[in-house]
């Protein structure tokens, strides 16, 4: 078929598109990446779609396979709990760096009227939260890490915690889909808002490695869900798709 022409902006957009849906699991764990196939959906040639490829695997993003291609990367426990564990020590390595006291009080109130505050659950109503609405606590929760990273004032700090926020985002949603973990959540920002603004950084910490290791403690049957949606989501199983399913369930 024919494509557009390959301008600045199409690069930036197969790399923008394709990373949302790498973020979002819309590829099978395993799957292979054909550059064919996704030129043609995102109507480029092949030469953004590559280039964007190659940034993917370099964030993390894409499994390497040396050699092989491009592979959807793969939903294993151990990577999620080492993901969380570093963002943990970044973010409480982030607080204690916040020497500017000033900057720290108004980060409460600016992540709260800046950032629209997702309003709670009646967790006694609903047995899973709107996929809108999880969405949205989770993209507002990776912000709010991002503005505490930024407290480092060191930008491969704050590089190193958006990347984990990118590889994690998958499994936040899926956790945020609990009604009491999304009310858990919410709660706890409140608390780490409050914490800074009073000047009160232990207790901040405190309140960030306590909802990480929640999360952790999750995380096998997060991703259980996360590994059985992602195959719904993209129809019946071939054999060797039924083969990388089962080597991710023994992972997890």
Known sequence: MSHVSDGSHDHARVYNELKAMVIAYKFRPGEQLLMGELADRLRVSSTPVREALIRLQAEGLLDPVNRRGFF?????????????????????????????????????????????????????????????RARQCAEYVERVYLGVARFSHNDVVVSMVQNIMERTHYVRFIDLEAPARFNHVLAGIRELSTSLQADDIDRAAETLERDFKLVIARMPRIIREGVSRAYVLHGPQTSMTSAVATRLRERA
């Open 72 to 132: 959807a990367r793969e939903l294993i426990v151990k990577e999620m709990i080492d993901l969380h564990e570093c963002a943990t020590w970044l973010l409480k390595r982030a607080l204690k760096r916040a020497t500017e006291r000033a900057t720290r009080q108004i980060f409460g109130p600016v992540a709260l009227t800046s950032w629209p505050l997702p309003a709670m659950i009646a967790d006694d109503e609903i047995e899973v939260v709107p996929e809108d």
